[in-house]
């Protein structure tokens, strides 16, 4: 697998500990491509900074949350889970979205109660435009797909309440193919955290966007947010073969956690505050899928 398309995640982390948000993408091992299943930090919020290959490590992830809540032009959240959208009700998209008659605005304001003016409803149902496979219908593979999903944007968002990394560091890996563009910091951002120069390059291609010139569009813009988190879950796997979109249907949501943040939290993590956070990732999806009246399918421990 090649730079560009390697994408680890970051992951949330314990709070207190380690922080939420951040970086999406792990640092390349020696020798060039990232390695396979571990990441720098989970799904953009997810799992303790691992230091193999330049990542950071419990030292500097220690330092404060990973993402911030007064990100994306001073944005704040607790506003109403739909609210920067609009009204659900008045949009003729959502009313024709497949994915809007799986997860209504009043299951996701349920899964999300606090609500959050950074994720809206709306935009994570246009941005869902973009991949017509995710949870697309009213069957029980497609519940557990929106729930695995929202579960790890969960966590690595601290429930939509986190942007932007807080520790921000640079994320430059040097690359013929995708070169840091100068003056610009790599760091986890949107709702799964994408993060490294190589993870912005491959998402900018693949969304046709100038990610890695201008990575700020991915906390700035509201669409980009979500957008961002489903271009990982639909089309990333981390080295592992597969995508967290498919491995929710053929191996569980514990698979989903490998390709996301497995380096760090999966095979029997022994520290604590991993510990907690894996706990944190599954209990989100244990509670999304009683909230749609699906069993939880496959293994959700890694």
């Given at each position: 697998m090649s730079?560009?398309?390697?994408?680890?995640?970051?992951a949330l982390v314990l709070f207190a500990a380690y922080g939420c948000g951040e970086p999406t993408g792990q640092a390349p091992a020696a020798g060039g491509a990232p390695s396979a299943g571990a990441a720098a930090t989970g799904a953009g919020h997810g799992g303790v900074a691992s230091n193999a290959g330049g990542g950071y490590g419990a030292a500097?992830?220690?330092?404060?949350?990973?993402?911030?809540?007064?990100?994306?032009?001073?944005?704040?959240?607790?506003?109403?889970a739909g609210s920067s959208g609009g009204a659900a009700g008045a949009d003729?998209?959502?009313a024709n979205s497949p994915f809007a008659k799986l997860i209504t605005q009043q299951v996701f304001e349920q899964m999300f109660p606090q609500g959050s003016s950074l994720y809206s409803y709306v935009d994570l149902v246009h941005a869902t435009a973009n991949y017509p496979d995710f949870a697309s219908d009213g069957s029980d593979g497609a519940k557990r797909d929106a729930a695995a999903f929202l579960a790890n944007v969960a966590r690595e968002s601290l429930e939509?309440?986190?942007?932007?990394?807080?520790?921000q560091g640079p994320y430059c890996q040097p690359s013929d193919d995708c070169p840091c563009a100068d003056g610009k910091s790599y760091f986890g951002r949107g709702a799964l955290q994408i993060s490294w120069n190589y993870n912005y390059c491959a998402a900018g291609k693949d969304l046709g966007l100038p990610l890695l010139a201008n990575p700020e569009l991915v906390s700035s813009d509201p669409n980009l947010r979500w957008l961002?988190?489903?271009?990982?879950?639909?089309?990333?796997t981390s080295g592992t073969g597969h995508t967290p979109h498919s491995a929710i249907a053929s191996d569980g949501f514990g698979e989903t956690i490998r390709i996301i943040n497995g380096g760090i939290e999966c095979n029997g993590p022994t520290d604590p505050q991993v510990q907690a956070n894996v706990a944190d990732r599954k209990s989100h999806y244990l509670r999304f899928?009683?909230?749609?009246?699906?069993?939880?399918?496959?293994?959700?421990?890694?």
């Open positions: 730079m560009a398309r390697s994408l680890a995640s970051c500097e992830a220690s330092a404060g949350f990973a993402g911030s809540s007064a990100s994306s032009g001073g944005v704040a959240a607790g506003g109403a003729p998209f959502i939509l309440q986190y942007t932007d990394e807080i520790i961002t988190g489903l271009w990982f879950w639909m089309t990333q899928t009683a909230i749609l009246g699906v069993s939880i399918g496959g293994p959700i421990d890694c």
